[in-house]
């Protein structure tokens, strides 16, 4: 189990290190120049020299070897930099910006997961055919919607036509539920997908026919026996879903005009301001890495088998697939 931990470990250090070398050489191989950019249109009354100094000051004037090594020392040291627009710490304005951001995914979450879930369980419950083609039709409908035009829908609908809730802002609970749905809608669609065709392939499963054969109830074959094992697929599409809320994030927050990571982004993407652009890209890759670590370490306390298997296949003995998990179907 220690050596399972570690290896995960050592794998996620490994994704932040290429999430900031490639993000350094993508965003400092940009054409134009930040510090020119910090000026505007007013830059033809800036001396050279003062630019010169500027460059000097946030060490925009040294080789990208140097540079690269410089900051990659600070980022170890928890110093992303400072802002060359705004003028302040991009750890600061990260962090000014997550709040926002995490109420509006958390409801998103929240939600997809309530109507993903749900969305799969009926589909695979239902007895009708019509039915439940109709509502494994939905998930891929929900992906191709693109963000912006529904949450310009629901403002329509619901801020201008019936002012139920706020368009724009950041103006309490009432100002969260339009952003979130809009957020949670492609989410709940990746959640339903995946979790109705993990069910439909434990539905298959020798042990469930095993249960229905000892006369167990559809839905208790459903949530007693096929469930179990197919949370365990279900569980890797976490990364993806939080993928899902960061990118959508910045789609959702300006339709909405709120604050958050999103935002930032926008802003600093048209600004130039490489500092905050590769700080949020390292805190997104932080993200992914955290929640695909939590999961990776969730999977061996779901199944043990999990770990042996790694420590197997490590050993050189043929890889087999891990079996599905079978619960005991006495008494069902």
Not at 138 to 150: E, K, T
Not at 225 to 253: D, M, Q
Not at 272 to 287: E, M, N, T
């Amino acid at each position: 189990m220690n050596r399972y931990v570690l290896a995960r470990l050592g794998q996620a250090l490994l994704v932040l290190w290429a999430a900031y070398t490639v993000s350094f050489v993508v965003l400092y191989a940009l054409p134009g120049d930040p510090v020119s950019l910090m000026f505007g249109s007013d830059s033809s009354d800036v001396t050279p020299a003062q630019l010169d100094a500027l460059r000097a000051q946030y060490g925009l004037d040294q080789p990208l070897p140097v540079q690269y090594l410089t900051h990659l020392g600070a980022a170890l040291r928890g110093d992303l930099g400072t802002s060359v627009v705004l003028h302040r710490p991009v750890a600061s304005l990260i962090a000014q910006a997550i709040p926002p951001t995490a109420a509006i995914a958390a409801a998103a979450f929240l939600i997809a997961l309530v109507v993903g879930g749900g969305l799969a369980v009926v589909a695979t419950l239902a007895r009708s055919r019509a039915l439940s083609g109709t509502l494994l039709g939905l998930p891929p409908l929900g992906v191709a919607i693109p963000s912006f035009w529904f949450g310009l829908m629901l403002v329509q609908w619901f801020s201008f036509a019936h002012p139920i809730f706020p368009a724009v802002g950041d103006k309490g609970f009432s100002s969260i539920v339009l952003p979130a749905i809009t957020l949670a809608v492609p989410t709940a669609a990746i959640i339903a997908q995946m979790l109705s065709r993990s069910l439909q392939h434990s539905l298959r499963q020798p042990y469930v026919d095993t249960a229905r054969a000892k006369g167990a109830s559809p839905a208790r074959v459903h949530f007693r026996h096929a469930l179990r094992n197919a949370s365990l697929p279900a569980l890797t599409v976490v990364g993806l879903v939080i993928g899902e809320l960061l990118a959508g994030a910045v789609v959702t927050e300006t339709v909405f005009s709120r604050p958050g990571i999103g935002r930032l982004t926008a802003t600093s993407v048209s600004a130039q301001d490489i500092p905050v652009v590769q700080g949020i890209v390292l805190f997104a890759a932080a993200v992914f890495v955290l929640v695909n670590l939590a999961v990776d370490l969730l999977y061996p306390l779901l199944d043990p088998r999990i770990v042996r298997h790694s420590r197997t296949a490590r050993a050189g003995a043929p890889a087999q697939a891990v079996p599905a998990l079978e619960p005991a179907t006495a008494g069902v």
